[in-house]
């Protein structure tokens, strides 16, 4: 049956031809890439399909069409069988730093859309690919293309700015483009010109780059204030020519028409890859196969194997069969073979509805809507109908349209009979099972036509509207004669273990009026039919019941408006309610930057205050950018699993490793046993463990480590070890804590003020209670290193994606029992990190010292996205009880706080991150009388660390919320209380600092106020209100204030060592760590100006402990300043050495006098160490200055929310912020710009679950949500606030911080 056979995989990469005799059908096209063509521009983000950092393009070849099709996929989910014979294009394929970069690559680039780079490969291809298949997308086109898309750093607006130069609209505007200013489409020019009332010729000379709106126009006022709005120049673009792109391989289109099909057949260790060519083999495989998977997109099968760890020996591919790769329509509807891909399914429905009446069409519309919810792009262009279907997943988002719709499926047995089954009748029979036999395929779908009586929608609430998992979703169905209902369906998903029919309420309500007495009526039959028990999987029970109820009065309304026979004139639907039947729409990303433009005296050579890219960006958009695991692997390279606790608190009864030990290919097992120095660590307390003892206080707490030949191994390895516990209860929460008292000690306390004279004063006092959750880092690049043994010197030498170098050094120093110089520690950049990748890398760096000296060889280690989520900690939670006293005039008396953070099973940074808690706990307002009180809360969770605002951004949403308990008290506006309460000049803050410059403050608050046309759009927010009875929007403006160093002295210090080669060349090293926020290329800027030479000849390589010893952290957003006034110090130094050669030869150029001084023997290296002036708070007499100095900001946020479902779109966002003299306005707005994005992620998106034995449910991007490319405002301003140049840092430059809460 299947002698012919073929057992060759062919495909083409980058038009190179690629055949392999040996494939393992296990492998993914991204391990394939990564490992066995070295191709590593194609990073490893999550392996779920959830963040398109593995994004390719595959190009297959159409025999019948004879067309090219081009495809993004996610390359972490194909499996790499699956492209035989297609062609592959990774982001090495389309440009490169040697060749030339392709204009998608240079773009990203040049417009400051890359800042750690791990998520740029992906977007880049993701963009190309766009452009394979049309040249000239809209802006909604790239925003689609890039649903599929997550960036942690960039906020997004660089990256849609950047690409908005490919659209049509950007070409045609450039007309008017050219006549404006630099504010872009903001420019008064732009707009008039949009408008038609621009007449450029009759501009005067002397007005010449002005519009005529004459000295009002945009470009007049910022040229006479100095403020620029252009952060990148797209005249400085290669333009795109679609002709120059690569071709389809041309052997592969002769191989493909000559192609006789064939079964395919990949044998590996593990899996067996079969793929039929037609229905009869297929039905034969099945047969001789009764337990293989049939696979298609494999983005559940894939899934099921990555995070699941199912395995299945055959594996199937329907990918040929063509009777079920068919779509077309028929007598009643419209067939569509299982084997169909989503993508295709929409474009075939979008070109069926245009050659029939609407009204036929109805579920089709619901169909295209609901598929640009579904997934990513990438996802949808290799998922099945089929594979959706068959997985039954109750949340599955076609499954309730297919059962409201009425459609029916044909499936076909091993005997290759065939039979019809109506998905609506008891086809879903438990959670993910079906009423097909375990024989049967499906081969296709009819979905029916719908009549001129039916009405037909869909809906899906998601916590993120693109690429998310429904929490609740429902297609409705009904026919109405005269107002009558004839028939009707309901379907759910998400509210049992099947897409659920709500039959009872559909028998009901049959022959009723569709009018109000109806809607109350269902409203009761489905608060009862789709109850779900308090402890219902998934949680949200509430909420849940009541989208129920909220789709129904939605789908209700819509269906009202064309009730139109009805003569009760109430019967009509009132205007306001129909706010409840529109969906969100966003109108194209609108945004402008500003800020100060360098003064016209500064020398040209001067890098400071200008835009310049990012010094890595250009590698890092064509993947050249060597991250850990890119690196080459050594010759006698090993990889190690962690083995984790699967308990939250237990004693470890036993631990046994032999069968794991046994596999091939394992070399060993370590655990504390292998610990030759201390086993406990901890920067503040060494109470962490590096491997478990005695007892584990933690899911994800490391037991012990499986070193072997490959990750592979070392993984299955590593779940083979088999550990016995004795479980004790577990303590989650901070209110589990708090109930049980406990604490990590000492419990800190602050006091100002009387507070009995406060209270006593005040009109009124509110008691209340804000929690913030955990939030996770999710930087792209997840935690990794490489650690070398250099046998002869018993010395170690660590590669690791880590923040803090002197930290891990000490650490794995101590671990090994070695002194410090024997360990040194390299990162040459990290992929995100944000306060994740300081104490928690040293943890895992130990322990993977300790493997690779126990085996004496190089072993690496990259954490899959699950054991990072899981193991190494996050945000902390935060729970703050308060009480208020305040005037009825909204000013503040008194405040009693009492701050608990769930710090997790060891200290870490949890007393800092409280400590820099209970000093932001004021914000920008002045407080006469305060007492806090911050307890550290012990919990049976990973132990929660660092990360951006550092405890900040907790304490001020607390704040906000009794700024805003005060308005609502007081019946006055949140702004304005926030205005009475603001410090003034001369004031303190609560623990007495006093604070310098507040003046910027309030700058930034008006400017904010007056650029966001705030006063006017209360006002349009009012009246938007109240002629919308379902939609409501808000309009907010909330201050920072955020305090500048480490408390702890020690800390304030940077060092730098620079040195000058004789070609002129400079080598700059300090102890900062590149990580996206742009801090080698500030260096550079300021040795650039310091040295008076162009960046060009400065190049920083990498931050290692044997260039500058004992550097602090990367962190507080301070390392600008230290290392800054380092470099700064050093090449000082340096320009003096060449000052009499400069003196001596003027005309000479830099590189003749460092010549000069070489051959003078002078020395032309030199180190620089600063130390910024001592700011330290003393907690036992509680008194002295925490902070250098002071950051400001303000902001106004616009949002709109549908009252019915909860869901929001955030419409504007306008920030101000203090940056002093920027020294590069691009990273600091693209910083200002990330962090709001961060925030809004904290404060409305990403949640974290755990259960109640401790064990995290959210551990991928499937379940926990960051913000994406349509979260961010439809409307985002950014400006610098200009003139306020800070005397107490390098280049009078200032830290830029931003957390906005909405
Ligand atoms: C990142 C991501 C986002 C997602 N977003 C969504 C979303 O928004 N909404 C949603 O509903 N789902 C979503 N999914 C789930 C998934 O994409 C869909 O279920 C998809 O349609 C499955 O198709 P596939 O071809 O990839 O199936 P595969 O993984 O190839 O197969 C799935 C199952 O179907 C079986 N099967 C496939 N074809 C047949 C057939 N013809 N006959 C019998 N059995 C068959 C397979 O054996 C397997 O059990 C998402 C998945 C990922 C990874
Ligand atoms: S790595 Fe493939 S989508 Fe995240
Ligand atoms: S630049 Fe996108 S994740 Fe860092």
């Known amino acids: 049956m299947f002698t012919e056979q073929e057992t060759q995989l062919i495909f083409f990469c980058n038009g190179r031809k690629i055949t392999d005799n040996n494939v393992d059908p296990s492998m993914t096209l991204l391990s394939y890439l990564r490992l066995k063509l070295r191709l590593t521009g194609s990073k490893l983000g999550c392996g779920e399909g959830g963040c398109g950092a593995c994004t390719v393009m595959v190009s297959s070849y159409d025999k019948m069409t004879k067309k090219i099709n081009h495809i993004s996929v996610n390359a972490c989910l194909t499996p790499i069988c699956h492209i035989h014979m297609m062609a592959v294009t990774t982001v090495e394929g389309i440009g490169s730093l040697k060749a030339g970069l392709h204009p998608v690559q240079e773009r990203i680039a040049k417009s400051h859309g890359s800042q750690c780079g791990f998520c740029t490969p992906g977007i880049v291809m993701s963009m190309y690919t766009l452009l394979r298949n049309n040249h000239q997308p809209t802006m909604s086109d790239i925003e689609d293309a890039f649903q599929g898309n997550l960036c942690r750093c960039t906020g997004y607006r660089p990256i849609l700015e950047g690409f908005r130069t490919f659209t049509k609209k950007f070409e045609t505007d450039a007309r008017i483009v050219n006549n404006m200013c630099s504010s872009g489409t903001r ?60 071709i389809f391989p041309p052997e592969l289109i002769l191989m493909l028409e000559n192609e006789k099909p064939k079964i395919l057949r990949f044998t590996g260790d593990d899996v067996t890859w079969l793929r039929p060519v037609n229905l009869c083999q297929l039905v034969d495989i099945r047969r001789q196969f009764p337990n293989s998977k049939l696979v298609l997109g494999n983005t559940e099968v894939g899934v099921d194997v990555k995070l699941k760890k199912m395995s299945y020996p055959i594996l199937v591919s329907l990918s040929h069969i063509t009777e079920l790769n068919i779509i077309e329509s028929c007598d009643g509807g419209v067939k569509i073979g299982a084997t169909v891909t989503l993508s295709r399914i929409e474009e075939f429905l979008i070109n069926v509805m245009k050659k029939l009446p609407d009204y036929k069409c109805k579920s089709f519309s619901a169909l295209i809507d609901m598929l640009h919810w579904f997934g990513g792009q990438q996802i949808r262009n290799v998922a099945s109908i089929g594979g959706n279907i068959i997985t039954g997943s109750p949340i599955s988002d076609l499954n309730p349209i297919f059962m409201a719709a009425g459609c029916t499926l044909e499936v076909v047995d091993t005997e290759g009979v065939r039979r019809i089954m109506p998905i609506a009748n008891n086809f879903f029979t438990g959670y993910r099972k079906n009423a097909m036999k375990l024989s049967e395929t499906l081969i296709s779908i009819t979905v029916p036509y719908t009549n001129k009586s039916e009405h037909f929608k869909a809906y899906k609430q998601a916590h993120r509207r693109d690429d998310d998992i429904a929490i609740v979703n429902a297609a409705f169905r009904v026919d109405l004669q005269d107002d009558v209902i004839k ?35 269902v409203t009761v039959l489905l608060t009862d039919e789709m109850s779900l028990s308090p402890d219902a999987p998934g949680g949200m029970v509430e909420y849940r019941q009541s989208l129920v109820l909220s789709f129904f009065f939605k789908f209700y309304l819509t269906v009202r408006q064309h009730c139109t026979h009805h003569e009760n004139k109430l019967f009509n639907v009132h205007p306001a309610d129909m706010s409840a039947t529109l969906p969100f729409k966003r109108a194209d990303v609108r945004s402008s930057q500003m800020f100060q433009e360098i003064s016209d005296d500064s020398s040209s050579v001067d890098p400071v205050g200008c835009p310049i890219v990012h010094s890595s960006a250009y590698q890092q958009a064509t993947g050249e950018a060597v991250y850990v695991d890119d690196m080459v692997p050594f010759q006698n390279e090993l990889y190690m699993a962690i083995v984790y606790s699967q308990k939250a608190h237990a004693v470890i009864k036993c631990v046994d490793a032999t069968a794991a030990l046994s596999m091939p290919g394992v070399h060993a097992f370590v655990d504390h046993n292998d610990v030759t120095g201390t086993n406990f660590i901890g920067e503040l307390v060494p109470d962490d463990e590096v491997f478990a003892t005695d007892m584990v206080t933690c899911v994800g707490q490391y037991i012990g480590g499986i070193v072997a030949d490959s990750k592979e191994i070392a993984q299955r390895a590593a779940r083979m070890v088999r550990v016995e516990y004795q479980e004790l209860e577990p303590i989650i929460s901070i209110e589990d804590a708090i109930a049980k008292e406990s604490y990590f000690q000492p419990i800190k306390n602050l ?3 009387n507070m009995t004279d406060g209270f006593n004063k005040s009109d009124q006092i509110i008691e209340g209670e804000m929690k913030v959750g955990e939030q996770e880092h999710f930087y792209l690049e997840t935690q990794c290193g490489l650690a070398v043994p250099k046998g002869g010197d018993d010395a170690m030498e660590m590669f690791f994606a880590c923040q803090d170098l002197k930290l891990l050094q000490a650490t794995v120093a101590a671990v090994l029992g070695m002194q410090f110089h024997k360990i040194t520690v390299r990162a040459k950049r990290l992929g995100g990190g944000f306060g994740g990748k300081e104490t928690r890398t040293c943890s895992l760096a130990a322990a993977l010292a300790v493997a690779a000296r126990r085996v004496g060889r190089p072993v690496r280690i990259m954490l899959d996205r699950d054991e990072d989520m899981s193991s190494t900690g996050t945000r902390h939670a935060f729970l703050g009880r308060y009480k208020v006293g305040f005037t009825n005039d909204g000013k503040i008396q008194a405040l009693k706080l009492d701050m608990y953070s769930n710090c997790g099973n060891s200290t870490d940074k949890s007393t800092k991150v409280m400590e820099h808690a209970m000093f932001h706990l004021q914000n920008v307002y002045y407080i006469p009388n305060v007492e806090v009180r911050g307890h550290c809360c012990k919990t049976n969770i990973p132990s929660n660390t660092a990360f951006r605002g550092f405890g900040k951004p907790q304490s001020q949403l607390i704040a906000e919320n009794w700024i805003s308990d005060i308005a609502l008290a007081c019946g006055i506006s949140q702004k304005k209380v926030r205005e009475i309460n603001m410090l003034q000049d001369g004031e303190s803050t609560y623990f007495k600092q006093k604070v310098q410059q507040l003046d910027n403050a309030k700058r930034c608050w008006d400017e904010c106020l007056n650029k966001s046309g705030y006063e006017m759009r209360q006002l349009k927010v009012e009246l938007f209100n109240r002629s919308n009875r379902w939609k409501k929007r808000g309009l907010s403006i909330i201050p920072l204030l955020y305090g500048v160093g480490f408390p702890d002295t020690t800390a304030n210090q940077g060092g730098a060592l620079v040195m000058i080669y004789t070609d002129g060349s400079v080598l700059l090293a300090h102890g900062g760590i590149e990580m996206g926020q742009g801090l080698y290329t500030k260096m550079i800027q300021v040795a650039s100006r310091t040295l008076g030479i162009s ?19 990367t962190a507080a957003s301070i390392s600008s300043d230290l290392n800054g006034m ?24 830099w590189d003749d006098w460092v010549k000069a001084a070489y051959c003078d023997r002078v020395s032309l290296s030199a180190t620089g160490f600063y130390k910024s002036p001592s700011t330290a708070f003393d907690w036992k007499t509680k008194s002295g200055n925490p902070y250098y100095y002071f950051s400001f900001g303000a902001a106004v946020s616009e949002v709109e929310i549908d009252c019915l479902t909860g869901d929001h779109m955030v419409l504007r966002t306008d920030i101000v912020m203090d940056v002093g003299d920027s020294i590069n306005p691009a990273i600091d707005i693209g910083q200002i710009e990330g962090a709001f994005i961060q925030g809004y992620g904290l404060f409305t998106l990403e949640e974290h679950r755990w259960s109640t034995t401790g064990h995290l449910l959210t551990k991928g991007p499937g379940f926990y949500k960051i913000p994406g490319f349509t979260d961010i405002p439809v409307e985002f301003n950014v400006s610098l606030l200009d003139g306020v140049p800070n005397k107490k840092a390098v280049c009078s430059s200032k830290v830029r911080y931003w957390y906005n809460f909405i």
């Open 487 to 521: 028939s009707c369906s309901m379907a759910f998903g998400g509210m049992a273990p099947t897409t659920k029919l709500a039959k009872k309420t559909m028998n009901k309500i049959i022959g009723r009026i569709w009018d109000q007495s109806l809607l109350e009526h």
């Open 1126 to 1149: 380092a470099v700064q110090i050093a090449c000082e130094k340096l320009y003096q050495r060449l000052a009499p050669y400069r003196k001596r030869e003027p005309n000479k150029t």
């Open 1095 to 1113: 960046t060009k000849k400065i190049f920083t390589n990498e931050t290692s402990t044997n260039t500058v010893p004992n550097a602090s952290p």
């Open 187 to 246: 420019c008064c020019r732009f707009e008039n010109g949009i408008n038609g009332t621009s007449d450029f010729e009759t501009d005067t000379e002397n007005l010449k780059n002005v519009c005529n709106s004459g000295t009002k126009c945009c470009r007049f006022e910022n040229s006479i204030n100095g403020i620029s709005t252009t952060l990148f120049q797209p005249s400085d673009f290669t333009e795109y020519d679609p002709t120059t792109e690569i």
């Open 751 to 753: 006091e100002n003020g």
